[in-house]
């Protein structure tokens, strides 16, 4: 998340940003992390949200 928000890896803070212009505000960010994925994989009724019912992630 800090990547897509600050436009450099987190190793590198004190580097200038890479295409600032590209960077996203922190709603931006939560969303892309969390809700915009699931419906990108038409999952966007089980997951994706926090709620009562969907799904998390699993690694199995």
Same mark, same amino acid.
């Given at each position: 998340m800090?990547?897509?928000?600050?436009?450099?890896? =987190?190793? $590198?803070? $004190? &580097?200038?940003?890479? =295409?600032?212009g590209q960077a996203l505000t922190?709603? &931006? =960010?939560?969303?892309?992390?969390?809700?915009?994925?699931p419906f990108r994989a038409g999952e966007e009724q089980l997951a994706g949200r926090i709620a009562v019912a969907p799904r998390a992630d699993r690694l199995s």
């Open positions: 800090a990547g897509a928000r600050h436009r450099r890896p =987190t190793r $590198d803070l $004190d &580097e200038p940003p890479h =295409t600032p922190a709603p &931006e =960010t939560l969303r892309a992390m969390t809700v915009n994925a």
